[in-house]
């Protein structure tokens, strides 16, 4: 069974930043390669939300408007892996982020923390 795992969250003053990885395992290079990623989020007491996406061909990616001009989001095949830079944090991006893949099958991972202080 593919799984995804996070990494990278932690606690950050505002303005500050956090790189999250999302690693790819189980799964061979060619199925990876034909993986749409995402990036995803949910604050407590809200919904999970959207924040950033990458196509499988690296080129294409989406940004939730809340977070363009702050977050990146980029990915390497050869190491099965996403990240999301994140800069300028603010307190309202604290949530459990969550790497997504969807392809003929959706995956998530198990979340990774990022707590913002003002």
């Known amino acids: 069974q593919a799984q995804l795992v996070e990494s990278g969250g932690g606690l950050v003053q505002a303005g500050g930043s956090l790189r999250l990885s999302c690693a790819a395992s189980r799964m061979i290079f060619s199925t990876y390669t034909m993986y749409d990623m995402a990036w995803y989020r949910q604050a407590p007491g809200g919904q999970r939300e959207f924040v950033a996406s990458?196509?499988?061909?690296?080129?294409?990616?989406n940004y939730a408007d809340s977070v363009k001009g702050r977050f990146t989001i980029s990915r390497d095949n050869s190491r099965k892996t996403i990240w999301l830079q994140m800069n300028n944090l603010k307190p309202e991006d604290t949530a459990v982020y969550y790497c997504?893949?969807?392809?003929?099958?959706?995956?998530w991972g198990q979340g990774t923390q990022v707590t913002v202080s003002s």
């Open positions: 990458i196509a499988s061909d690296r080129r294409t990616t």
């Open positions: 997504n893949g969807r392809a003929r099958d959706e995956l």
